[in-house]
C-alpha cells in the first residue's frame, strides 16, 4: 500500500513544486533579481509550500481518516475522536491566539514606523528646504526683474551679494537645454534650480524691453544645499518605506501565518500520530474484545513497545488465551458430561427400575421408560409436571405422602416396600428415595427409584409355599414313619402270637399316640399362622410398649438388657398386642441366640425427616449368615432344630399389614432387626 | 472619539482591518498592474520602422510616489513581430527605451531622461502633466530596419514595463512575495505585410 502512495505523493509534490515555480516566475517578477536570490527564493518558497502542503495532506488524510470510522462506527472510534479533538483544541487555540496576537503586534510596529511623530519632522525640514529654495528663487527673480526694468544696465552691486548677473541681448545663443533662458526669450520670467554637483544654484531669468534676457544667478552655501540633500535623501528614503508600508504589513503577515500555520499542521500531525499510537492498540483492543465476545478465542493483538498499553496489550492476550484454553477444556467436560448423560440415559431407558428425578418443587425434571410403564402413563415429554400428576394412576397415600413430606428434607436416604393400586390393579413397588444435593450441600431435589415386586412377590411366594409343601410332607413324613414302623412291628407281634404282643402293643400305641401328637401341634401351628387376627389399630404410644416388652426379660440374669426410646416419639396407630407380639418374638430370637447370656438391646425411634417409627431388637450373638438373609422370613424357614420356621414369618406378616417394613441387618457382633412404620400410622 | 475612550479591543480590531487589508493588497498585487495602451502607430521612414505609442493612463500610486521623490522608471520596448499561422509569433528585432523621472521635493522640479539606443536625453518640468506626458509617450522608436528584414507578415508590438524602486535590503527578504515589476502593459500593431 505505501509503495503505491508514494509515487503518487511524488508526482503530486513535482506538480505542486512546479505549479507554485510558475506562480512564483508569473507574478513575482524576480526578473530583476540574481540568480543566487532567485534560487533562493524558490528553494524558500517552494519548501515552504512543499512542507505546508504535505503536512495539510497528512492532517487531512488523517481526519478523513476518522471521518471515515466515524461514519462506518469501527470500535474506539468514538475515544479517537475525542482525543484527536483535544489535540486539534489544544493546538489550534494557541496557535491562532498567538498568530492573532503577533499579528497586532506587527501592525502596531510597522504603523508606528509611519507615526506622524516620525513623519512631521521629516515632512518638515522637506518643506523648510523647499522655502530656502522659494525664497532664493524669489529674491532672485526680483532682481532679475528689476535689472530687466533698466534694461540690464544696472548690475553693480549684485557681485558683492555672490551673485551673477547675465545680459544676454536679443538675438543671443540660447543652449537647448536651457529651457528658463528659452522661457525668458519667449517673454516670460521664471526661476530655475541647476546643480554643479557641489552646490545648487538658483536661476531667474527676465525679459528685458528690448528683447533681451537677464538671468540672475546665486550659488547657495555648500553646507547648506548638503545638509538639505540631507534631509532630502531621508525624506525620499522614508517615502520609498511609506510605499511598501502595506506589502511590509502583508510580508509580516504572510510570514507570520507560513510559519503559524507550519506550526500548526506540524503540531497537529505530530498530536494526530501520538493519538493514533494511543488509540491505535486501544482500537485493537477494542476490536479484539469485540471479536472474543464474538465467539473467536483465537484472537490475539500484537503488542508494541515497553508501555501500559502493551502491558495491558499482553494482558489481554494472555487472558484471551486462558479464556481458549478453559473453553477448550469446557467444551471437552461438555462433551464428556454429554457422553456420560447419553450412557445414563441409555441406562436409564434399559434398566427396569424407575426412576424419577424431581426437583425442589416436585416438579419432574427426569422420569425414564421403566417409570413410565411401571406407573402406567404415556412415555411422552413429562417435565414439568409434578409427582401428583405423575402418579395420577397410582392409589397410594402413604406414597403421595411420602414425596409430599420428602421434598424439602434433608433425609439421607430411604427405602420402602409398599402396596398400592395401579389403575386397580394391586401391585408391591419398593421404592428408593435419595436427596439430591449441590456442591455446597444445599437440596436441589429428590431421586426416586423403584420396582414392581408385584411378579417377584408372586414367584416368592410360589416359591414359598412349594417350600412349605415340601417341609410340611417332610415334616408329616417324619412321624409317619415311626408310625408305619410301630404298626408293622404290632402286625408281626400278632401274628407271630408273640407272648409279649401286650408289651409291644403298649409301646407301638405310645409312639404312634406321640408322633400324632406331634402332627397336630403342626397342624396347629400353620392353622394359626393362617387365622391372624384383623388389626385393631388405637393409639399407642411406642416407647411405652417398648418399656413394657423389655421388663418381660428382667429375669434373665447373665442376659444385659438395654432399653432405648428416644424422645419426642409421637402417638402411633397401632394393634397394639400384635406389635408387642412381634417385639417379644423377636427379643425371644435374640436371648437364645445369646444362649441366655449375652446383651440384647431394643430401642424406639423416630426419624422425623422420613416421618417414620423405628423399632430395633439387637443382640451380639452369632448372628446371621448371609445367605440366610433372604429367606429368613419365609414361612417354615428356621434356622433352629425344633423351630417350625413360622415365628419371623408371622412377624413379617404383622409388620407388612402394619404397611412397614422389617429387615435383618449385622450388628458386628450379632444381629439386628430394624421395624421401620410408616408416618400414616402416627396421630 | 477621543484616544481616552477608545475601546481596548480597538487596536485589535485595527490589526484585524490591517490585515485584511494587506490580503487585499497582496491579491491585487497578483492580479492587477495592467494598465492601458494606446495602439502603436507605425510607419515606414529612411527605410526604417518607426513606432509611436503612448501609455494611456498611469495609476494614481505611481503618480503620488513620483510626488514624494521617489524615482520612478518606466521601460519600452518596440519590437517587430513576424506573425506565423501555425507556430509562435517570432521576435525579429526592437529597441528598448528607458524613462525615469525624479522629482526633487525641495526644488520642486521633474528630472526626466530617456536612455534610448544611441544616446541619453535629459531635461526639467516644473508642471506634473508635462513630466507624465514626457514619460509616457515614446516617438520614433526604431523597431527594425526594413531592408534586413524577411519577406513576411509582421506587426508591431510595444510593451511598458514599470519596475519598483529600490527599497532597503531589510525589507527586501520580507517582500519577497512583492512583485519587481509595478505594471505592465502591451500594445500591438494590426498585422502588415513586408518585403512582399
Known sequence: MK????????????????????????????????????????LFINSAVLALSSLVYLVGRTLAGLWREHKTGVPGHMFKTRLVGIFVILVTAPGVVLFVLTSWIVTGVVERWFSMQVKAPITSSVDIASKVYEMEGRRVSDIAAGIALQGGTDRKGYADDGLVVRVIPAGGQVSNADALTASAFSGKADTDVVSDGNTDIVRAAAPTPDNGVVIVESRLPEGTVRDIRTVRTAFEDYKTVESVKAPIKTGYFLFLALVTMLTIFMALWAALRVGARITGPIQALVEGTRRVSDGDFKTRITAVGEDEICALTNAFNSMV?????????????????????????????????????????????????????????????????????????????????????????????????LKAQIRGAPATLRVFLSNLKDADGEITGVLVVFDDLTEVI????????????????????????????????????????????????????????????????????????????????????????????????????????????????????????????????????????VHQAGR??????????????????????PGIRPEDRDRLFLPHFSTKKTGTGLGLAIVHKIVSDHGGSIRAEDNSPGARFVIELPAARHV | ?????????????????????????????????????????????????????????????FIADINNGIEKRIEYHADLMRQWSKWMDEYVSGETIIRTIKFDVTTKQYSLKSVEERYVREKTAKDLREAVEWLTTIKGARA?????????????????????????????????????????????????????
Open chain 1, 458 to 593: 408372586k414367584a416368592q411366594r410360589a416359591y414359598a409355599w412349594q417350600e412349605v409343601a415340601r417341609r410340611m410332607a417332610h415334616e408329616i413324613k417324619n412321624p409317619l414313619t415311626p408310625i408305619k414302623l410301630a404298626a408293622e412291628r404290632l402286625l408281626k407281634k400278632h401274628r407271630e402270637g408273640s407272648p409279649d404282643v401286650g408289651g409291644v402293643i403298649e409301646s407301638s400305641m405310645g409312639t404312634i399316640t406321640r408322633e400324632v401328637d406331634s402332627l397336630r401341634n403342626l397342624v396347629n401351628e400353620f392353622s394359626r399362622f393362617g387365622k391372624l387376627p384383623d388389626l385393631h389399630l388405637a393409639e399407642t404410644d411406642p416407647a411405652a410398649l417398648v418399656g413394657e416388652v423389655s421388663g418381660l426379660y428382667h429375669g434373665f440374669r447373665d442376659v444385659s438388657l438395654e432399653v432405648r426410646a428416644s424422645a419426642g416419639i409421637p402417638p402411633f396407630r397401632l394393634d397394639r398386642e400384635q406389635i408387642k407380639r412381634v417385639l417379644i418374638n423377636l427379643m425371644d430370637n435374640a436371648v437364645e441366640a
Open chain 1, 600 to 621: 440384647v438391646e431394643i430401642a424406639a425411634d423416630f426419624d422425623p425427616a422420613a416421618s417414620v417409627l423405628r423399632l430395633i431388637v439387637a443382640d451380639n450373638g
Open chain 2, 144 to 196: 527594425a530596419v526594413v531592408g534586413e528584414v524577411q519577406r513576411g507578415t509582421y506587426y508591431v508590438r510595444v510593451r511598458a514595463e514599470a519596475r519598483r524602486p529600490e527599497i532597503p535590503l531589510v525589507f527586501k527578504a520580507l517582500l519577497f512575495f512583492m512583485p519587481e515589476i509595478e505594471f505592465s502593459a502591451e500594445t500591438v500593431s494590426p498585422a502588415f505585410p513586408l518585403n512582399k
Open chain 1, 321 to 417: 488465551g486462558e479464556i481458549e484454553t478453559s473453553q477448550l477444556r469446557l467444551k471437552q467436560a461438555y462433551a464428556e458430561v454429554d457422553n456420560r448423560r447419553l450412557v445414563l440415559e441409555g441406562i436409564m431407558n434399559n434398566i427396569n427400575s424407575g426412576v424419577i428425578l424431581l426437583d425442589r418443587a416436585g416438579q419432574v425434571i427426569r422420569i425414564n421408560n421403566a417409570a413410565c410403564a411401571i406407573l402406567c402413563i404415556e412415555p411422552r415429554n413429562l417435565a414439568g409436571l409434578t409427582s401428583r400428576e405423575i402418579l395420577r394412576n397410582v392409589e397410594s397415600e402413604e406414597l403421595v405422602s411420602i414425596l409430599k413430606n420428602l421434598r424439602h428434607r434433608d433425609f439421607g436416604g430411604l427405602c420402602r416396600e
Open chain 2, 1 to 61: 472619539m477621543t484616544p481616552a475612550s477608545a475601546s481596548p479591543y480597538a487596536g485589535l480590531m485595527s490589526g484585524r482591518i490591517s490585515l485584511i487589508a494587506a490580503c487585499i493588497l497582496l491579491i491585487s498585487a497578483f492580479t492587477a498592474a495592467a494598465q492601458e495602451f494606446s495602439a502603436p502607430s507605425y510607419r515606414t521612414e529612411d527605410g526604417r520602422i518607426i513606432v509611436d505609442a503612448r501609455l494611456d493612463h498611469l495609476p494614481d500610486s
Open chain 1, 3 to 42: 509503495l503505491i502512495r508514494l509515487p503518487g505523493f511524488i508526482i503530486a509534490a513535482v506538480m505542486l513544486v512546479a505549479a507554485a515555480t510558475w506562480l512564483e516566475i508569473r507574478y513575482l517578477g524576480l526578473g530583476g533579481k540574481t540568480l543566487f536570490v532567485r534560487a533562493a527564493l524558490f
